[in-house]
């Protein structure tokens, strides 16, 4: 590594970094379809329980936000101090219990606490993951990367919706949890014998990336890095961002159901094919453009989540205000006219992700990648995850005595507003990121 001319080393990456990425995409997709398998339960959960629009919103979100948020920090510091793979495998044998749990619940709180204990298992696998990818791939090969990580969830999601509504309904919705909680115990035993812990800092600039920091104590390290001004706007419009797409998705489903008469099967079919390889291509489109136009300046990083949220606010108005008109008729499955909308709502939507987490880890020196991203995990899961679902049913709730039927349509008006909030957020990170050049202060000379 030339670290004097500030020039990267070549980009080197064998087939081992692909097959762990691939691993590592795994195991999100799978955590991934354990919380949008949800969605497709909501309304037999709300019929077996007898429970409300707001409980659901609960039970999907906060119950789940708050564990993960209280438990993200302290497995962040994990990620930084003990190797990740280990830990990542500690994570999966966990969640496959948990999961499997949910399936086996007797009353709504049983149900409430196995999301707990699955928050519990998760809270360093996100951190962990994206770690692990920021020694696996150099900065200007990492977005791409980064974009095949957190595209699988979303391609996974035509499982978690339209596979997964299938067994809910014939089969009940405890079936479900069961099924996807197996997988993550072959992962479990896949990153225990044969998966490798790679060198930390591998493809930094800085010479100093590789030795360990003094040992903070979680607050002094959770407010240094809450000092940065470009990393602190950069995470909290992702949580933004997060609030608006999570509450959409988690309540996407049932929305097709009460405002276009759709069947439940039906409507999880259709989330999850057309806006889950909407988002698939999405999210691998927007890694790629980062990469390459990063190479000519790295402001892309900010632009390209910028027009990803504006073009998505343009499509998911249209998206649902739009009547209940049929597009056609495939086979025995109504498609709406509005679903056109909500590809392209889909498609731009995840545009943020991956230039976004490729920033975080060049704002920060890698021997505090895991707490860095452990902290930007904990903001949009408790915006994203805790409150979007949670005040999408509030506000339905809220709305039912004016629009009955339609209440929940303009709920999910509501919960769009905050990307505007996110791409101001960027504007501003922008501003800061720019005086170091996009990286953290140490490499910069």
Known sequence: MNVASGMLPPARVGWGSHGLLMLLAMVFADNFVGRQILAVMIEPIKAEFGVSDTAIGLISGLAFAAVYALLGLPAGRLVDR??????????????????MACGLAGSFIALAIARMLVAVSESPTTSASLSLIADLYPPQRRSFAISCFTAAPTFSSIIGLSLGAWVVEHYGWRSGFIAIGMPALVFCAVLTFFVREPQRGRWDLAPHAHSPSPLLGMGAEARKLWALPAYRCLILAGGLATLSSYAIGMWNTSFLVRSHGLSLQHAGLLVGVICGISAGIGGLLSGWLSDRLCRRHPHWQISIPMLGHLAALAALTPYLLWSDALLVRL??????????????????????????????????????????????????????????????????????????QESLRYALMLVSLPVIGAVLLLVRTAHHASRTAYRHAATVS
């Open 82 to 99: 003990m190797p990740r793979t280990r830990l990542l495998a500690m994570s999966c044998l966990l969640w496959a219990v948990a999961t």
């Open 331 to 404: 086979g025995d499955v109504p498609v709406p006219t509005a679903m056109l909308w909500a590809a392209l709502y889909s498609f731009f939507a995840v545009w943020w992700l991956a230039p976004s987490y490729n920033l975080v880890t060049q704002l920060v020196p890698a021997n505090r990648r895991g707490t860095a991203m452990a902290l930007q995990t904990i903001v949009s899961t408790l915006l994203g995850v805790g409150i979007g679902p949670l005040i999408t049913g509030l506000f339905s709730d809220m709305l039912l005595p004016l629009f009955g």
